[in-house]
């Protein structure tokens, strides 16, 4: 089956900390990279909401972590890092392979054993197809953990690849 680059392995229609892991482990997942900025944080702050840490704690037990971010502040996704005890990239430059290239040989997976999960379909998803890995797009998140009513930006962006012509798998 031909790979559409904008269209992700799994639209759950879910935020991150509602993300079954059974899922991700019968896919054969071992190592996650997780986008930081609207995906595990809400706004602009650096502390974790519970519900966060919570899941990201369960899912540690059966998986590999690293956040993968285009923000280039290495001191502020390092501070998010730090919570979770997981290795980060900051200033990623999604969709761009090279940075990715560089976690797989870091983490020694192969490219079906990662997933990518994030809230953008133009640097998440879009980055991920490109290296074969599991593309998890989710709902950008509220601070107790519930979908953000307000995601424009993903709305916009899933209008453009309507347009587009990408259709569903």
């Known amino acids: 089956m031909r790979r559409l680059w904008l269209q992700p392995d799994w639209d759950p229609g879910l ?3 509602q993300l079954p892991l059974e899922h991700l482990l019968n896919r054969g997942i071992t190592s996650l990279l997780l986008d ?3 995906t595990l944080l809400p706004g602009h702050d650096v502390r974790l909401p519970d519900a966060v840490k919570a899941w990201a704690a369960a899912a540690q037990k059966h998986l590999h972590l690293h956040l993968f971010s285009n923000n280039p ?3 502020r996704i ?3 890092a730090e919570q979770l005890g997981v290795s980060f990239t900051s200033g990623a430059a999604k969709p761009r392979r090279a940075a990715l ?3 797989l040989r870091d983490l020694q997976v192969q490219p079906n054993e990662l997933a990518i999960v994030g809230d953008r379909l133009f640097t998440d998803v879009l980055a991920g197809n ?3 890995l599991y593309t998890v797009l989710v709902k950008p998140l509220k601070a107790d953990g519930t979908p953000c009513p307000h995601d ?3 709305r916009i962006e899933r209008g453009l690849v309507r347009l587009l012509g990408v259709g569903r798998r």
Do not use: E, Y
């Open 15 to 17: 935020t991150v900390v």
């Open 36 to 38: 930081v900025d609207r």
């Open 73 to 75: 502040s290495r001191q």
């Open 78 to 80: 390092g501070a998010v």
């Open 101 to 103: 290239r560089r976690v």
């Open 130 to 132: 490109r290296l074969g």
């Open 152 to 154: 424009r930006v993903q």
